[in-house]
């Protein structure tokens, strides 16, 4: 029997790209203007809550459902892609995973409908791939923590109200102990601070997180006291194929743009897609994003199977699909020639957005430590 | 209410290319899709629903592949979906196709039937006013606009015209055909993509339905294609150097010549 679910929704994804995302795209970068109206219509398309049960107002999808929708999205927008990644990778997943019955039903509702936008906050002036050099401190009190520090570059950081906080909770046996926590914007003390002006995905909110004295009270405690960096680490294991899916999107994105435009562009006579060099280097191009997506769908797989492969799967597709997003939309570029420079075609920003995909939810370099770490381990 | 919408599946012909040696359509690797005016009139319904708690039930007469379009319209919201398919079905022309859909509707009952305009493929626009002929109730084709009235319990519905709209209202059975100008048609959404998972498509054969042999079919079919062309144009281009008072009348000549004035 054909599988209905993953045709209508591939065809259902696509025409959202296509119509309603892909028509902002230049707007939203150039006024670096968060799409509102897209996450609006997503949400009531139930794009928001695809992986959550239905008794948690979810559309209770898979993973695989999850992913496809963030490649198709970024293939029109990356901003659009990253959008939904944070929020449902960094702040609806770990919700499920680790959260208890209370808060799932607390939260999961608002974050599935879309009423309400997720995020997560790890990264800290001193914590950047040294993530466990956190200084934020939640302080154990009567009936709640006290929350104390400050968090940057965290995406959705204004948009969402409902935030994943790690933070120190005391000493452990090797180091600090560190614990999560669901934290709501509308918590005293909490604030929002400086906007990052950036190269890519301008759209998508990137801010600092300020917690002065905030009470979060204890059951918003996620998982165990002293989980918080294994909780952090298995969350970003999701989302880095998220991220991977987004990457993958923009180079699909500028595959299209650029078979496109070698077509229609003609020099000493003839469509320059008739020359030898543009054909060899979109084939290696298409070659390498068909190698990135099946990296993408292998760790899609092992998260939706539980396998104990992900960590690995998850490093190698985002270290394999951001970096064919840099060759691919860089290239892309050099096919437009000098019209590829020029915001006038969708290349440059693809090529902008490409680069940030090398970086967040652990650089490049983080993923080959991890690879290797497991390869050296055996 | 109970809406049944009757839909096509159709090529999509904004893809579709002409074989240039047989001058058919090359069907072949073209995909599918639910003829646009069809997927108004299951947004229209869906409206409809959101209204006055209306049901909607996709109903359409094709091979087994037409099983997808009426799971998009069960992806779209609608509740449930029929596939009128047999061999004994097989060759029908509009006349011998609304005979068997007259006799499905009669089977499933509905208060309301929602056909598109006319399909992309054929462009007859004459299955809706035939469905209705045969069940025997009231049709307001070219609908570009329906409205619910609550208190009164009937449907207000906009008829356009070349010139103008007419209005009318309706109670009681009725079926109406919908121009693709009515709404764009929803997106799927996700918990309906996922929910029309679970749903079975009912399949409605010959025996099920009430309709006289001879009527179906290649035999039931008055209409015979003699045979199909592919328009040829004529690319001479003739450049004239006029005055604009004699422009406009080497224009106006020109069309006339050709007729199309």
Same mark, same amino acid.
């Not at chain 1, 994804?13 to 028509?23: G, L």
């Given at each position: =029997?054909?599988?209905y679910k993953s045709i209508?929704?591939?065809?259902?994804?696509?025409d959202?790209?296509?119509?309603?995302? $892909?028509?902002l795209?230049?707007?939203?970068?150039e006024q670096e203007r968060?799409?509102a109206?897209?996450?609006?219509?997503?949400?009531k398309l139930?794009?928001m809550?695809?992986?959550?049960p239905?008794q948690y107002?979810?559309?209770?999808?898979?993973y695989?459902?999850?992913?496809?929708a963030?490649?198709?999205?970024?293939?029109?927008?990356?901003?659009?892609g990253?959008?939904?990644?944070a929020?449902?990778s960094?702040c609806v997943a +770990?919700?499920?995973e680790?959260g208890?019955?209370?808060?799932?039903?607390?939260?999961?509702?608002?974050?599935?409908?879309?009423? $309400?936008?997720?995020?997560?906050g790890?990264?800290?002036?001193?914590?950047?791939t040294?993530?466990?050099?956190?200084?934020?401190t939640?302080?154990? =009190?009567?009936?709640h923590?006290?929350?104390?520090?400050s968090k940057?570059f965290?995406?959705?950081?204004g948009?969402?109200?409902?935030y994943?906080?790690i933070?120190?909770?005391?000493k452990?046996?090797?180091? +600090?102990? =560190?614990?999560a926590?669901i934290?709501e914007?509308?918590?005293?003390g &909490?604030s929002v601070g400086?906007?990052?002006?950036k190269m890519g995905?301008?759209?998508?909110s990137t801010?600092e997180?300020?917690?002065?004295n905030?009470k979060?009270?204890?059951?918003?405690?996620?998982?165990?006291?002293?989980?918080?960096?294994?909780i952090?680490?298995?969350?970003l294991d999701?989302g880095?194929i998220?991220?991977?899916a987004?990457?993958l999107g923009?180079?699909?994105g500028?595959?299209?743009?650029?078979?496109?435009?070698?077509?229609s562009?003609?020099?000493f006579n003839r469509s320059i897609?008739? &020359?030898?060099?543009?054909?060899?280097?979109?084939a290696d191009l298409a070659?390498?994003v068909?190698?990135?997506k099946?990296?993408?769908y292998?760790?899609?797989?092992?998260?939706?199977n539980?396998?104990p492969?992900?960590s690995?799967?998850?490093?190698?597709? $985002?270290l394999?699909?951001s970096e064919?997003a840099?060759?691919v939309?860089?290239?892309?570029?050099?096919?437009h020639?000098?019209y590829?420079?020029t915001?006038?075609y +969708?290349?440059?920003? =693809?090529m902008?957005?490409?680069?940030i995909?090398?970086?967040y939810?652990?650089t490049?370099?983080v993923?080959?430590?991890?690879?290797s770490?497991a390869?050296?381990?055996? | 209410?109970?809406?049944i919408? *009757?839909?096509?599946?159709?090529?999509?012909?904004?893809?579709?290319?002409?074989?240039?040696?047989?001058?058919?359509?090359?069907?072949?690797?073209?995909?599918s899709?639910?003829?646009?005016?069809?997927?108004t009139?299951v947004?229209?319904?869906l409206q409809?629903?959101e209204? *006055?708690g209306a049901?909607?039930t996709?109903?359409t007469?094709?091979p087994?592949q037409?099983?997808k379009?009426?799971r998009e319209a069960?992806?779209?919201?609608a509740d449930e979906?029929?596939?009128?398919?047999?061999?004994?079905f097989?060759?029908s022309?509009t006349l011998?196709?609304s /005979?068997?859909?007259?006799?499905?509707?009669k089977k499933?009952?509905?208060?309301?039937?929602? *056909?598109?305009?006319?399909?992309i493929?054929?462009?007859?626009?004459?299955v809706?006013p035939q469905?209705?002929?045969?069940l025997?109730?009231?049709?307001?084709?070219y609908?570009a606009?329906?409205?619910?009235?609550?208190?009164r319990?009937?449907?207000?519905?906009?008829r356009?015209?070349?010139?103008?709209?007419?209005?009318?209202?309706v109670?009681?059975? *009725?079926?109406?055909t919908?121009l693709?100008?009515l709404?764009k048609?929803?997106?799927m959404?996700?918990?309906?993509?996922?929910?029309?998972?679970?749903?079975e498509?009912?399949i409605i054969?010959?025996n099920?339905?009430?309709?006289d042999?001879?009527?179906?079919?290649?035999?039931g079919?008055?209409?015979?294609v003699?045979? /199909?062309a592919?328009?040829q144009f004529?690319? /001479?281009?003739?450049t004239l150097e006029?005055?604009?008072e004699s422009?406009?009348k080497?224009?106006?000549?020109?069309?006339?010549?050709?007729?199309?004035?």
């Amino acid at each position: =029997m054909a599988n209905y679910k993953s045709i209508l929704f591939e065809q259902m994804i696509k025409d959202f790209a296509e119509n309603e995302v $892909k028509p902002l795209a230049q707007e939203v970068d150039e006024q670096e203007r968060f799409p509102a109206e897209t996450v609006e219509k997503m949400a009531k398309l139930g794009l928001m809550g695809i992986i959550v049960p239905k008794q948690y107002g979810g559309a209770g999808g898979d993973y695989r459902m999850y992913i496809s929708a963030v490649e198709e999205l970024s293939k029109a927008c990356g901003t659009t892609g990253v959008v939904l990644s944070a929020h449902m990778s960094l702040c609806v997943a +770990p919700i499920l995973e680790y959260g208890t019955e209370e808060q799932k039903q607390k939260y999961l509702p608002d974050l599935a409908s879309g009423r $309400k936008i997720g995020a997560f906050g790890l990264t800290e002036p001193n914590a950047g791939t040294d993530a466990a050099n956190q200084q934020t401190t939640a302080v154990e =009190m009567d009936d709640h923590y006290l929350l104390n520090g400050s968090k940057i570059f965290i995406t959705n950081a204004g948009y969402a109200s409902t935030y994943i906080i790690i933070a120190i909770t005391g000493k452990g046996p090797k180091g +600090p102990e =560190m614990s999560a926590f669901i934290v709501e914007s509308a918590f005293d003390g &909490f604030s929002v601070g400086k906007k990052e002006k950036k190269m890519g995905i301008r759209g998508s909110s990137t801010c600092e997180l300020i917690f002065e004295n905030v009470k979060v009270p204890k059951e918003n405690l996620l998982g165990k006291r002293g989980d918080g960096f294994k909780i952090a680490m298995k969350t970003l294991d999701g989302g880095r194929i998220g991220i991977a899916a987004q990457a993958l999107g923009i180079a699909e994105g500028a595959l299209d743009a650029t078979i496109a435009y070698v077509k229609s562009r003609k020099q000493f006579n003839r469509s320059i897609s008739q &020359f030898q060099n543009t054909q060899f280097v979109l084939a290696d191009l298409a070659t390498r994003v068909a190698a990135a997506k099946a990296l993408v769908y292998v760790a899609t797989d092992a998260k939706q199977n539980k396998l104990p492969t992900l960590s690995v799967n998850a490093a190698q597709a $985002k270290l394999y699909s951001s970096e064919t997003a840099m060759e691919v939309t860089t290239k892309c570029v050099q096919l437009h020639g000098g019209y590829g420079y020029t915001r006038e075609y +969708p290349v440059e920003r =693809m090529m902008r957005d490409a680069k940030i995909t090398e970086i967040y939810e652990g650089t490049s370099e983080v993923q080959r430590m991890v690879i290797s770490g497991a390869l050296l381990r055996k | 209410m109970k809406i049944i919408v *009757c839909i096509k599946q159709v090529p999509n012909t904004t893809e579709i290319k002409i074989d240039p040696i047989t001058n058919t359509l090359k069907r072949d690797g073209v995909p599918s899709i639910i003829n646009p005016d069809d997927k108004t009139a299951v947004e229209a319904a869906l409206q409809l629903k959101e209204k *006055c708690g209306a049901t909607v039930t996709v109903i359409t007469m094709g091979p087994m592949q037409a099983e997808k379009a009426l799971r998009e319209a069960l992806a779209m919201g609608a509740d449930e979906a029929f596939l009128i398919s047999d061999r004994a079905f097989a060759g029908s022309d509009t006349l011998a196709t609304s /005979t068997i859909i007259a006799a499905a509707i009669k089977k499933l009952g509905a208060d309301v039937v929602f *056909c598109g305009r006319q399909a992309i493929d054929g462009d007859t626009a004459q299955v809706g006013p035939q469905i209705s002929e045969h069940l025997g109730i009231p049709q307001i084709t070219y609908a570009a606009a329906i409205d619910y009235n609550a208190e009164r319990g009937s449907l207000v519905v906009k008829r356009q015209f070349e010139d103008r709209y007419q209005t009318l209202e309706v109670k009681g059975q *009725c079926l109406i055909t919908i121009l693709s100008t009515l709404d764009k048609p929803r997106y799927m959404n996700v918990w309906d993509i996922i929910e029309q998972d679970e749903k079975e498509i009912g399949i409605i054969t010959f025996n099920d339905i009430e309709v006289d042999p001879a009527a179906i079919g290649l035999k039931g079919s008055p209409t015979k294609v003699k045979s /199909t062309a592919t328009k040829q144009f004529d690319k /001479t281009i003739e450049t004239l150097e006029l005055d604009p008072e004699s422009a406009a009348k080497a224009i106006v000549d020109a069309l006339k010549s050709r007729h199309l004035i």
